[in-house]
């Protein structure tokens, strides 16, 4: 089992649609909890970043986690043609020096 | 705030030459710069941590004496592929820790490697 798994899509939705990303994981130990957009051929973009569980909520997006179910999901709310991108999921444990990246989500949003 | 750059944003060589890619922090100063692999449709791979003024710390499976790594300054940090090989060809991205640690990480817009 892979410590990171994370549906790679494609995902389509119609605009203004509240769009939901997930990813699970198996390492207990995770602490950190990030999301990443990235547009095609560019690095990656941090979106948010969580401690524990709970929500976190950015303007259009919430971030949460399930600690107890190993499972983080982000949603997009109100859903733009410019929110057409990869969105990766991230996690570290607290004494880790790297963390480790989900492959993945293509989400394209239809106009 | 937070940005970082990366050059070339894209490269072709030939088979065994060597090829430099840089990365800096704009904005900020980056003690810690980590070196990512990216294959389509592929998650990042951890290269190596890169620390100011350190020796790298390269993850297991990878060649240290083939990816030379040097963080010469808290604003930069070069990856050299060392006779590069075709299977070397991949999409490169460096990045930046911020303050708030290893959790937030802020990523270059990578280096396209093709080797002929």
């Known amino acids: 089992q892979k410590e990171v798994e994370q549906d790679p899509g494609p995902l389509s939705v119609p605009e203004g649609a509240i769009v939901s990303l997930n990813c699970t994981y198996s390492?207990?130990?995770?602490?950190?909890f990030m999301w990443y957009r990235q547009y095609s051929r560019k690095g990656p973009e941090l979106l948010m970043y969580?401690?524990?569980?709970g929500n976190k909520e950015d303007g259009r997006f919430t971030a949460q986690v399930d600690k107890s179910s190993k499972y983080i999901s982000l949603f997009i709310r109100d859903s733009q043609p410019s929110d057409s991108a990869t969105y990766l999921c991230?996690?570290?444990?607290?004494?880790?020096?790297?963390?480790?990246f989900g492959k993945g989500t293509r989400l394209h949003i239809l106009p | 705030g937070a940005v970082v750059s990366q050059h070339p944003s894209w490269v072709i060589c030939k088979s065994g030459t060597s090829v430099k890619i840089e990365c800096r922090s704009l904005?900020?100063?980056?003690?810690?710069m980590f070196w990512y692999r990216q294959f389509p449709k592929q998650s990042l791979m951890l290269m190596a941590t890169?620390?100011?003024?350190?020796?790298?710390?390269?993850e297991q499976g990878v060649e240290k004496d083939k990816f030379l790594i040097n963080h010469a300054s808290l604003t930069l940090s070069t990856l050299t592929v060392t006779s590069a090989h075709p299977e070397d060809s991949s999409f490169y991205i460096c990045?930046?820790?911020?303050?708030?640690?290893?959790?937030?990480?802020?990523f270059g817009p990578g280096t396209r490697l093709t080797v002929t």
């Open positions: 904005d900020f100063q980056a003690t810690t």
């Open positions: 990045s930046a820790e911020g303050l708030a640690g290893v959790y937030e990480q802020y």
């Open positions: 890169s620390n100011e003024g350190s020796k790298a710390t390269y």
């Open positions: 390492n207990s130990a995770f602490q950190y």
């Open positions: 991230a996690m570290s444990a607290v004494r880790d020096d790297k963390i480790i």
């Open positions: 969580t401690y524990s569980s």
